[in-house]
């Protein structure tokens, strides 16, 4: 009886935890906007400077050279453009799309400063939308189907009793 209980107090919190998705995935989307906003300014003048000098990006970027800061700049840029590349393609892939879409693309979610800058603003919530339901659903399946794997996968755990020959 103890051990129902147990799984379902975790399956419980499974179902609170994945019901926290739609939400959350939306502060990230909006996160997600402002970072690419940021970084679309870096890269716009960083290339503005550059053209005004009749370089093209790459050119500008061979020139970044002399001095140990030169060099670190230049290493800063190259992983800033392709920090922008990314999240610009995760941000098209993400936009206009709702918690399920957002779930199945959850691999776009992983940008670590704007995961971090969206879980520092948000706030836990459940809100009554079929998506919540359905998340919530999910992630008390999981939570149980995952508990009672593990469960069986012990020694000594097994529902069955064991079978002692007379």
């Known amino acids: 009886m103890i051990l129902r ?31 690419v906003d940021a970084l679309d300014q870096v890269v716009a003048d960083f290339d503005a400077s550059a053209a005004a ?46 918690p ?15 995961a971090r800058g969206a879980w520092s603003a948000f706030r836990p919530s459940l809100p009554l939308t079929p998506a919540t339901a359905l998340f919530a659903l999910a992630g008390f399946l999981a939570s149980w189907a995952g508990l009672r794997l593990a469960l069986m996968l012990l020694p000594g755990w097994s529902r069955r009793p064991v079978q002692t020959s007379a």
């Open 100 to 114: 399920f879409m957002r779930a199945y693309h959850a691999a776009r979610l992983t940008d670590a400063d704007v």
């Open 5 to 35: 209980a147990a799984i379902f107090a975790v399956s419980l919190s499974g179902a609170l935890g994945a019901a926290q998705f739609p939400a959350f995935s939306q502060q990230y989307l909006q996160r997600l906007g402002g970072a």
């Open 53 to 98: 000098l009749g370089l093209t990006r790459d050119a500008a970027l061979a020139q970044m050279t002399g001095s140990a800061f030169l060099d670190a700049r230049r290493a800063d840029m190259q992983r800033t453009f392709e920090r922008h590349a990314a999240l610009s393609a995760d941000l098209v892939v993400l936009s206009g799309h709702g």
